[in-house]
Structure formats: C-alpha cells, structure tokens
C-alpha cells in the first residue's frame, strides 16, 4: 500500500476512536466499536504473524547451524507437537491443560525464581555499581520495607508494619504517582505524535 | 615473381598457377583464402611490394616524395659534416629525445609527460602493440655484455658496463661489436636464438618479425631495393623520422621482398640502411682512442635546449665544434674500457649472417620491433635548421621530470652567474652518477643569511592550554585499556550467584517441607476487608466475571492470593462464574485455578462457571467487552454458545455481572479493567487480586473508591484465610516466604556494606 | 464532565505540539544532560566500528493498550540507531514480546534502512517476536544477547520484572545497557541492575536525544509545559481541598 495512503488511514482511525471516545455522538461511538473489533482482530492475526515470525527465525538459525540451534530445534518441535494436539484435542483437552500445568508453569514459575536470586545478586553489588546519594537512600528504603514486612516467628517487628506501610503508601506511591503522571504524558505526547503522522512506524517515516 | 604456393595438406610446394595441389590433389586457392597467415614452418611468400605502389592514396604518395627529396639534402648535409665528427660516440640519451619532440610542436596531449618524454614522440596505435613482439621476444644476438644498455635511458649512466658506444657508421656498439664478435664467434646456440612469432603465434605478414629470427638460409635475398609496399602500414613515430641517407654500409642487407624498381632516392652506397645512414649522419665517426671529456659525443642536440644543458660543461662553451652536443654529457670521463671501434660490418649484429635488407626492409622490421625508447634515437633534426640556440625552454614547455632534474643553476640566478667548475667531482650515486660539474660547489647557492630563529616553545593562550589539556584527557580516557574482567573476578561472581541461589532454594524447600507454620499472619489491610465485605455482600447464585490477567510466572502467587476469596465465594453464595482472561494463556490458567484451587466445590464447566476463553485487544478489547460481551465472545472454547449456558443467561452487558473480580499481577492491567469496564459498571463492586508489586499500584484507585476492594500479593491471601478461618495455600507458604524473606534482607544487609567498604578502601588507594 | 475535561488536555496537547513544531526558535533546545543516552551515542558508533551487534528490545507493549505509548517510544529511538548503525557489518537486532511490536519493527528497520539507502542490508528476520508471554520473552531475547556478538543491549518499551533476566545477561556479555521501562516497579528494579538507567517520562525522550527532528525536541517542551499545568493543578486542588471548597 502506498504509504502516505496509509499514514492517512491510520490518522484517519486515530481521530474517529479518539473523538468517539471523548465525543457523546452516536455515529462516532458506533464507528469506534468497530474499529475497536477490526482492531481486535487484527491483533488475532498479528499474533498469528507473531508465531509464524518465531518459526521463520528460529528455522534459519537451524539452517544456519547457528549457536544454539539445538535449542531452536527444540522450539519448533513442541512448537509444531503443541499445535497439532490443540487442533486435534481442542484447547479443553485435559492433555492440553496438562501440558499448561507440567511445562509452562514450571517453566515460568522458575524463571521468576530465578529472577529473585538476580534481584538479590544486584542488590548487593549495587554499591559496586555507583555509590551515590540515591543508591544509599534507595538500598536504605529497599531494606527497611523488606524487614519491617516480614514476618518473624516471633511477631515482635509486627506493630512496625504499619510503619512500612506507610513508606509504601505515602512517598513510595506518591513517587509512583509523580513518575506515572509523567510517563502518562509521554505517552500522551508520543500518541498525539502517531496520530498527526509526525512518527509512523508502520513505515512511513 | 609469385612464389610457389606451399599445399598446407601436405606441406609441398606447388607452382603458383595451379589451383590443386599436385601431390595431394586438394585445392590449394581455398586454403589461401581460408587463412592469409603464414602457418608455422611455412615459408613467407615473397612479395613484390613496389607493384603496390600505385595504389597507395595521393597523401601517402606526395609525403614519400617529399621525404625521398629531403633524404637527398639530408645525405648531402651528413656527408659533409661526417668529417668533423668525433671518431667514438657516446650513446645517445634518450633523455632529450622527449625534448626534440615537444619542439617539434608535437601532438602529445594523450601520452602522459614521462612517457612523451620517454618516447620523443606519442605512442600512436594501440594496434600497433598487437603487431609488436614482446618485450621479452626481442632478443639482440650476439650482444656482448658490456654494451647492453642497462636501461631504457639511452646510455646515460656512465658505467662501462653501461656505456655505449659508437662504432665509425654510427652505429652502436651493442649493435656493431655484436657483429664484430660474431664474425670470431661460432654461431649462437640455437636456444638463444629469438622466440619466433610463429612460436607465439603473434605473426602477422608484412611486419617485418621474421628479420630478427630468420636463418641466413631461410632469407634468399636477391639485390637489395627499398621498397615502399608496406609504409601504407608504417607507425606514425617511423613516418615523423627525417628523411633517411647517408654513406651505405658495406655489403647488403638481406631482403625479405622484393623491392622492385620502386625508386626512393638514393640507395645506401654500402647495403647499410638508410636509420643506420641517419645515425651515422648525426654521430660522428668515432675515432680510434676515445677523446677527452665532453668529445665522446657529437650528436645534434636541438638549438632550443635550455641553458642548463647548454652551459653545464665549459668544453661546450669553448668549442664550437661541440656547442651542440648534449652539454650534461660533456662532463662524463673518458671510459678506458670502451670497446675499439670494431671494423664496419656489412650487416648488424643482430642480422648474423644475413645479407643486407633495404632501406624501408629495415625501417619496418623497427617498426615492427624496436622498442619505443630506441625508435628515438635516430631522428636528428637537420643541423642547417634554424634553430634558436639562446632561447630556452620555458618552463612551461619542459615536461615535468625534466624540470625535476633540472641543476640548481637554472632556478638560482646566483648560481649561473657564478663561474662554473668545468669538471667538478663526479657523483657517484643517484640518477647523476658518473655526471660531474652539474651540481654547483660554489658558495652562495644555499640562503646568504641566516635564518631567523625561532623558538621552539608554543605559543598557546590558558585557553588553548587548557582546551589542549582537554582533549588530551579525552583521548587519554579513549586510548587507556580498559582491563579486562580477571577470571577470577568472574568466577566471584557465579560464585556469588550459586551460593545465593544455593541458600534461598534451601531455606524454602525445607521450611516448606517441614510444614511449619509458626510464623504469625499479618494483620488483615483495610482494602482486604473491604473486598471480603464486598464478598459477603453478594446475593446467591449471582453471575460473577473473574478475570485472569496474570502471566504463568507469577500464578503461583495470585493464585495464593486468590484462592482464599473465591473459595469463600463460592461457599457462601455459590454464584454463576464467567471466567475471561486477557493474557494469551490466561484460558489455561483458569482452568488451573479452579482445578487446583476449588476443586473442592465441584465445580462443573458449562454449568457451574464458563470459561470464555482469551479476549484479545488490550484496552480496547475490554471496552469492546463491557460495552457489549455477547458480541465479542460470543462462543466459548468449545464452539458452543457462551450465552445460553446458565452462568451467562442474564448477561447483555458488564453491568448485568454482580461483581468483577481481576486477578493479575500488574497495574497496567489492572488499570484497564478500572478505566474501561468501571464506569460501565453501574456501581456494581470491582475486586482487584494482585500480585505484591502491582498492589501499592492500585491502592491509589481503593482509596478513589473506583476500586471496592483488593487482596494484594501473599501477605493479602494469608489475611483472607485467617479473617475466613479456613486453610489455603498462603498459610501453607507463609512461613518458607517470611524465613526467607528475612535471609534475603540480611544478604543484602552484608553484601552491600561490604562492598560499600570495599569502594571506599579502592577509592581512597585510587586516590592516593 | 471527566470525558470533556480529558478531550481539552488533548486537544491542548495537540495545540502546542504543532506550535512547538512549526515555531521556527532562534536557538535549537538545550537538553538536560542524561548520561544513558550520551554512552548510549558512543556505545552505538563503537558498535559500527568493531563490527558488533545492537540489540534493542522493545518490551512486550501491544499497541492496543497504553503500553503501547512506550513502545512507540522505543520504535522511534529504534529509528534512529538503525540508521546509525545501517552501515554496520552486523545489523541491529530487534526483539519483542508482542506480535504487532514486532512487526512494526521490521516496518521500522526497514525504513531506516531505506533512508541510509541501504535497504539492500535489511534483513526481516532481524525484527523478532521472542515471545508472546513475559519471560518467554525474556527467554528468548537472552540467546540473542549471548550468541550473537552484542556489544550494546537497548532495553526501552514495556518491561515487567523479568528486565532483570535482559539486563543481567548483557552484563555478562560486558555490553552497554540502556535500559527504560514505563513501569515504576520495573525501574526500581533497573535502578538496581543498570548502571545508568531512564526513570520515568526519560523514556519518551530517548528519540530527541537520539538527534531525532524538531518535532521530538517539540514534544519535549509540550510534556514539560503539561508537566507543569498539572502541577498547578494539583496544587490547586490541594489547596481548594484544604479550603473546604472540593
């Protein structure tokens, strides 16, 4: 398609949903849902093209004899096992849902594992890293709220976990609310940006 | 005379009439027009190149006229100033010849300024190079060693292995003295003899290429006449050289054709050809002991030679006999080891044996095989010419090495007028060696005052300094090295990692196996009351959506979180649930949950609850849903219709839910479900289930009261089972997460003031 | 009333982006200094040089939600270093964990290629779905860092927790790490991890300190000026609450 044809599209789209949604007009709201569905089912597909860029990949790194194409192998086995029995079973099958159970839960459940051991190794080695005013105060917050909330057999640090709350509640969220209250412009900004066709990543510019 | 046609079947020679031949019977015409070139081994015919002659075009015929008549003044002219020659010549430099061509007004914008120079004249055809021999492929038999010229410069260097000489015709002694040898000479080795054309298969008829290899029996010459059938085929460099005359050598020189009765002035008295005539007409006879310095050579130089060449040497200036001999090589020292002259041979030393070739027979065996640094050295231009002998060059005219190699006299006024020494020390290396006098020794050449001194110190503003200090650090920071990380810091640091993986996977198995439980539970947060009234405030199989937005990583924890709320739920008030998810394997997962979490109501799918299955679009797909669920889900996983099934019987929009409950594990999500189903929720009460990082998150939306109630993360889920009073998992995990928990808090405690010490204890040796 | 009020601060925005665009100013706009980006320059000229990989992860933002905003973010920063780096023996790589992310990042290295006029280089399969959940994600964008010569490792989009797993493997690489996530408790787990990291509205800069056009140093000056209408807002607010009068 010819590209500041679809820049046009897109801005075209962009204003019917924004204005649908902000605007009490019947035609615009009614036009939104659709799009809105249209949107929907294009993300269907997207994720469709998604899965078939994984392969397209991965299949070039077999090709390839890359490093680690054993691992992309692999891939593609349970891949392309998975989605035969999912069409052949259905997604209800209770081997399905065994499948869900034995491999993706495990799976991901320790990579988050793994994720807290990472989190305490760069805890400690972040005085390694800089030592500044804000890593002092943020390793001093880190570990007053991590010891004030836990629990201890004994219960004694129990009446202190109001005070942690409040850490957590008052500057901790008030930062959060600062940092998302900027990041909400940004993406305001960024948004408007793609909007008037300032940025298009769909290729135009 | 035609010649008898050789039958190339079978190799006979059949008389030029017949059209078969007749030992073979096969026609003999057809294989001349086949293929004109002479095969290997087949023996050139002859061919009568005068009778061509009148079919040369008018230009072509008026210029050989012309030069026939200016060969006969040429002859005249040489003959007499023969006599006052100097007996033994010095080879001529091709240096000048580039010079004589630029003089000469010569077209030589194509040829670079080095190879003009080279050349005296532009090397014209590149066709020509295909006729050309190899360089390889000319071979000079019989050439003694000591005259072969040691480069293309025409003899210039003077070394006696270099230096050639000139014997009384003119010739060149690496030409005559090869002769000379070879009449004492048994003949060469038939290996060295030159690599035939025919070998190469570069013959082409009429060029000329056999004259230097042919055997003296294989070239039955009849008498000696020029010819002029092949100068239709002449190189523009042969066709600018003067006309040719002078005293024939004895003898004849061996013709390949024959010459006719074509008249081309006068022959060679002697045999000798007409470019040996010119050279002759330009050296003078060398004499029988070479002379003093500055004599060895009496060639003509142009007139219009600049000043340089002309006042190097003194003999030059004071004899009149020699102002036209080259100048720079009037210095050169009289080499003892010159060769004798040797006796006038009949023919040239690379013609052995052989008879005398004509005139035009020789100018085309050069044009066909001389190198172009040699095709230079016989054109002379006539010495009665007008020439302006004081006017120098421009420099504009000289070529660019030459004004390279031009003395210092030449650009220092001050140097010309100092007198020069007629022969100063000779140098020794370098382009000029054996050159003397060229180089002035005289005082005052160099500056005549001393130069100014100048500090060495820079002269540098601060900022300058400053700025170069700058960069200097710039680029002391870019150029350092950085070290590489030791292995052995490396290995501390998987170290690390393995014994903090080691410690935690430790703490929780066993504390989980152990099943203890004596950690107490946390106080129940206010936001977990509210959803546990909220819970309790439903009616009795009211249609209830759970939403599940969490990622399989974290199910562990929501689900924990979860588990005790839901289980209450359905206790109480065994409501109608619609499970919906908003993660790819969100589907899955409610399966999962109420498997592993509620199996204990039994639970039907399609009677009990309905698992819609995965809603994709993001914000846009929840908006889609709330506003209108029945047409963006209008199926279940099965295929079957979601909304006859009993838990969605009642449902047209989000607000016919009696309540919303999301579980997931971020704020993002989290905010969707707030922003876009809230306000289409008439009121009705929305649950958030998070996990511990997405709760501080949404507590902000609990406090608007856009959110009724939340159970954030496991400390949330363990204070719904106590206020329930029933087991779950949350107490099950309570005790493994607080031990560890506090593990953690003194790992980090630890680590982080010992590294803390140790940046310190680095810093301060850094800086000391 | 809410809907109305949101439409305003839109329709403002929009005022003062096109303002703030066509606006022609006597001096170009004078950045604060940010220390990510400015290795982040170096560590992408570095990478051309050797002749090693830039890796940039775009999170796993659908454009359907309002995550999306930050992986438009990351597309347009991507923009810019493809085109540094088109000239580069190893292209850029990009990973992403949402489908349509992925795609426009091909869309995207393939037009910064197109503008280098090198299209030739381009490569689709340098534009990635590593995956579709979060550290299935993650899971497969580390072989990338680990495996295929990445001296510079971007990380700017959506991230949960599992930006750790990115950022600790391109520290074992030795790479540079420029890491932005729109998630406060995804920065607070980059601020342990990286060594310079992009906190809050930093991300949605990254394009005009790449040396993007005039319009992102617009969009800078037009959050800045919002940044301080909400400001007084809430200070407003605040006020009016104190004075009974909300």
């Known amino acids: 398609m010819n590209r500041p044809f679809a820049a046009a599209i897109a801005i075209a789209i962009g204003l019917i949903v924004l204005l649908g949604y902000f605007l009490p007009i019947p035609v615009l709201s009614v036009l939104r849902l659709e799009l809105v569905q249209w949107a929907i089912l294009l993300a269907g597909i997207a994720a469709l093209v998604g899965v078939f860029n994984l392969i397209s990949v991965h299949w070039q790194k077999i090709r390839r004899r890359e490093r680690g194409n054993f691992y992309s192998a692999v891939l593609l086995l349970t891949m392309f096992v998975t989605l035969a029995m999912g069409l052949l079973l259905g997604p209800t099958h209770s081997l399905m849902q065994s499948l869900v159970e034995a491999v993706i839960i495990p799976v991901e459940a320790s990579l988050m594992a793994l994720l807290a051991v990472t989190l305490v190794y760069a805890s400690i080695r972040l005085f390694r890293r800089r030592v500044d005013l804000m890593t002092v105060v943020f390793l001093l917050t880190l570990l007053l709220v991590l010891f004030l909330l836990t629990p201890i057999p004994s219960g004694g640090l129990s009446g202190l976990a109001d005070l942690a709350r409040s850490i957590i509640n008052v500057p901790a969220s008030g930062g959060a609310r600062g940092i998302l209250l900027g990041v909400a412009l940004g993406a305001l900004v960024t948004g408007l940006r793609v909007l008037l066709g300032m940025d298009r990543p769909y290729g135009g510019k | 005379m035609m010649a008898e046609i050789q039958c190339r ?402 650009v220092l006024p001050e140097a010309q007028a100092a007198p020069t020494t007629p022969a100063g020390p000779a140098e020794q290396q370098g382009p000029l060696a054996g050159l003397s006098g060229i180089l002035p020794i005289v005082p005052g050449v160099g500056p005549s005052k001393r130069p100014t001194s100048h500090s060495n110190m820079l002269q540098a503003s601060e900022d300058q300094q400053s700025n170069a200090a700058l960069l200097e650090k710039l680029l002391a920071s870019e150029t350092e090295p950085k070290p590489l990380t030791s292995s052995s810091v490396v290995f501390s640091q998987r170290v690390l990692r393995w014994t903090i993986s080691i410690i935690l996977l430790l703490l929780v198995t066993i504390i989980s196996l152990s099943g203890s439980q004596v950690t107490p539970l946390p106080i129940l947060p206010g936001e977990t009351f509210a959803a546990i009234n909220a819970v309790n405030g439903l009616s009795n199989d009211a249609p209830i959506l759970i939403v599940f937005d969490y990622e399989p990583s974290l199910s562990g924890e929501v689900e924990a979180a979860a588990a005790s709320l839901i289980d209450n739920l359905i206790l109480v008030h065994h409501p109608r649930l619609t499970l919906l998810s908003t993660s790819l394997n969100g589907p899955a997962l409610a399966e999962h949950f109420m498997a592993a979490t509620q199996s204990q109501h039994a639970y039907l799918p399609g009677t009990n609850y309905v698992n819609l299955g995965y809603l994709p679009g993001g914000a846009a797909g929840v908006l889609g849903f709330a506003e209108a669920p029945r047409v963006m889900m209008p199926r279940t996983l099965n295929g079957t219709s979601v909304w006859a099934l009993p838990p969605g019987l009642d449902i047209k929009t989000i607000a016919d839910y009696a309540a919303v409950i999301v579980l997931t594990d971020q704020a993002e999500s989290a905010r969707v479900w707030i922003e876009q189903a809230g306000p289409l929720m008439n009121g009705r009460p929305m649950l958030m289930v998070t996990s511990a990082q997405a709760g501080p998150m949404i507590q902000p939306y609990v406090l608007s009261g856009q959110v009724t109630g939340m159970v954030s993360g496991l400390a949330g889920g363990a204070s719904v089972e106590q206020a329930a009073v029933r087991p779950g998992p949350s107490r099950r995990y309570w005790d493994a997460f607080g031990l560890t928990m506090l593990i953690v808090v003194l790992m980090i405690f630890i680590g982080s003031a010992w590294n803390l010490v140790v940046g310190i204890q680095a810093r301060a040796r850094g800086e000391a | 009333m809410s809907a109305l009020t949101g439409f305003g601060v839109v329709l403002l925005a929009v005022f003062l982006l096109l303002a703030m665009t066509f606006i022609r100013r006597k001096s170009p706009p004078v950045f604060r200094e940010i220390a990510a980006f400015t290795r982040l320059r170096r560590a992408a000229g570095l990478a051309v040089e050797d002749g090693t990989r830039l890796h940039v992860s775009l999170g796993r933002g659908g454009l359907q939600s309002a995550r999306g905003a930050s992986a438009l973010a990351g597309l347009a920063l991507l923009r810019r270093l493809a085109e540094q780096a088109s000239g580069s023996d190893r292209p850029p790589v990009v990973t992403s964990g949402d489908a349509v992310l992925a795609y426009l990042s091909q869309d995207t290295l393939e037009s910064a290629y197109k503008a280098a006029g090198a299209v030739e280089l381009f490569r689709a399969e340098t534009g990635r779905l590593s995956g579709l959940t979060a550290f299935s994600y993650a899971a497969g964008a580390i072989p990338v860092v680990r495996d295929e010569n990445v001296s510079a490792s971007v990380l700017i989009g959506h991230f949960g927790p599992e930006a750790a797993l990115l950022t600790e493997s391109a520290e074992r690489e030795n790479a540079f790490i420029l890491a932005a996530a729109d998630e406060p408790a995804t920065q607070s787990i980059l601020f342990a991890s990286v060594q310079d990291p992009l906190i809050g509205e930093e991300l949605y800069a990254a394009a005009a300190y790449a040396g993007a056009e005039t319009s992102h140093a617009a969009s800078l000056q037009v959050q800045d000026i919002l940044r301080w209408l909400v400001v007084l807002a809430l200070l407003a607010g605040a006020a009016m609450k104190l004075a009974g009068l909300l």
């Open chain 2, 9 to 410: 079947n079978c190799g006979k020679l059949n008389p030029p009439e017949l059209l078969k031949c007749q030992f073979c019977q096969l026609p003999l015409a057809a294989m001349d027009d086949e293929d004109e070139t002479i095969r290997p081994g087949q023996v050139p015919t002859r061919k009568v190149t005068a009778e061509l002659e009148p079919i040369l075009p008018q230009w072509l015929r008026e210029a050989r006229e012309k030069s026939r008549k200016a060969a006969e003044e040429e002859a005249a002219r040489q003959a007499a100033e023969a006599e006052h020659a100097a007996a033994n010549r010095e080879a001529p430099p091709d240096l000048l010849a580039g010079l004589e061509a630029q003089t000469r007004g010569e077209d030589i914008d194509e040829v670079p300024d080095w190879l003009a120079g080279m050349q005296g004249g532009p090397p014209r055809a590149s066709e020509r190079m295909e006729t050309y021999p190899r360089r390889q492929e000319i071979r000079w038999e019989e050439e003694p060693a000591e005259a072969q010229p040691e480069d293309e410069m025409g003899g210039l260097v003077s070394s006696p292995q270099s230096e050639v000489t000139f014997d009384e015709s003119g010739l060149p002694s690496w030409i005559t003295g090869g002769a000379a040898e070879k009449e004492d000479a048994p003949a060469p080795a038939r290996d060295e003899r030159p690599i035939s054309p025919f070998d190469t298969g570069s013959f082409r008829p009429n060029t000329g290429e056999l004259a230097e290899f042919l055997p003296e029996e294989a070239a039955p010459s009849p008498a000696p006449a020029p010819t002029a059938a092949s100068e239709g085929g002449l190189p523009d460099w042969l066709s600018k050289l003067p006309p040719v005359s002078g005293e024939p050598a004895s003898g004849t020189p061996p013709a390949l054709v024959d010459t006719g009765s074509l008249d081309l002035g006068p022959k060679p008295a002697e045999g000798l050809p007409d470019w040996m005539a010119n050279l002759d007409a330009a050296f003078a006879p060398p004499g029988p002991e070479p002379e003093a310095p500055g004599k060895s050579d009496a060639f003509d130089l142009p007139a219009d030679l600049p000043d340089w060449m002309k006042s190097t040497g003194s003999a030059s200036e004071s004899k009149p006999a020699e102002e036209d001999r080259g100048a720079f090589l009037s210095p050169l020292p009289p080499s003892e080891e010159t060769p004798q002259p040797p006796p006038i041979s009949s023919s040239p030393a690379f013609f052995p044996g052989m008879e005398p070739v004509s005139e035009e027979e020789v100018g085309e065996l050069f044009a066909a095989e001389l190198p172009d640094w040699l095709s230079n050295v016989a054109p002379a231009e006539p010495k009665h010419e007008p020439q302006a002998a004081d006017a120098p060059i421009s420099p504009g005219d000289l070529p660019s090495w030459v004004q390279a190699m031009r003395p210092v006299e030449s």
